[in-house]
Nanobody, 121 residues
Framework: VQLVESGGGLVQAGGSLRLSCAAS????????VGWFRQAPGQEREFVAA????????YYADSVKERFTISRDNVETTAYLQTNSLKPEDTAVYYC???????????????WGQGTQVTVSS
């Protein structure tokens, strides 16, 4: 599975962005998808994950009520809708694919190249 993120950019605090994760191949529906982020000088951290069918979702506490993860298995694309953005959300955002729904980075087999999100105050 190859993953390509898009949709990042510069936004003011309080604004929104929709990140996309386009997957190649017809096996997209066999994988759970996770979003992670890495801010400068910090370790990469879990943001959100969605099951293969889309029926189950996990979120980091820091983004609950603000971010929404979704997927379209026909379009083989996953999304991360980010609302009420804060300067501390500034990071490179990565999507990843795993055989099982998990928050653990080590369980994700495939990764995209990342998309930069910058939130100005």
């Amino acid at each position: 599975v190859q993953l390509v993120e898009s949709g990042g950019g510069l936004v003011q605090a309080g604004g929104s962005l929709r990140l996309s994760c386009a997957a190649s191949g017809r096996t997209f529906s066999m994988y759970a998808v996770g979003w992670f982020r890495q801010a400068p000088g910090q370790e990469r951290e879990f943001v959100a994950a969605i099951s293969r069918s889309g029926g189950s979702r996990y979120y980091a506490d820091s983004v609950k009520e603000r971010f929404t993860i979704s997927r379209d298995n026909v379009e083989t694309t996953a999304y991360l809708q980010t609302n009420s953005l804060k300067p501390e959300d500034t990071a490179v955002y990565y999507c990843a694919a795993s055989r099982s729904l998990t928050t653990l980075q080590s369980n994700y087999d495939y990764w995209g190249q990342g998309t930069q999100v910058t939130v100005s105050s």
